[in-house]
């Protein structure tokens, strides 16, 4: 199973995310909920650059399945909360198609 914590700020905005382990639903190279769990991943952060126009902080441990991408709240917009918005929308569909596979938690960032 993935698990996924979303982290938000004091005020409950949407500011980052983790995304740990593999989903097991198939072998590596076949697990298509694993598959797109990191399109999905990578396409926030690259929007959050590309069409947020913003920096945020990535961090990569493809060895282990992790991803984290936090925003700065100095650096959070509208475009950036729509953007995590619909990373948000994204998971909860994958979620209700694979329950068993992926595992959503919200946070305070830290």
């Known amino acids: 199973m993935t698990l996924v914590s979303l982290f938000r700020t004091q005020d409950g905005r949407l500011c980052g995310y983790s995304v740990d382990g593999h989903t097991g639903y198939a072998p590596s ?18 929007a959050l650059e590309s069409v947020a126009r913003t920096k945020p902080h990535v961090q990569i441990d493809e060895e282990n399945g992790k991803l984290r991408v936090a925003l700065d709240e100095g650096q959070m917009t509208r475009e950036t909360d729509i953007i ?13 198609a694979y329950p068993n596979y992926v595992e959503i938690t919200d946070s305070l960032l830290e």
Request: proline residues 0%; charged residues 15%; hydrophobic residues 40%.
């Open 29 to 46: 190279g076949c697990d298509i909920v694993c598959s797109a769990l990191s399109f999905l991943s990578i396409t926030c952060a690259n």
């Open 84 to 96: 995590m918005q619909v990373y948000r929308q994204g998971l909860d569909d994958l979620k209700a």
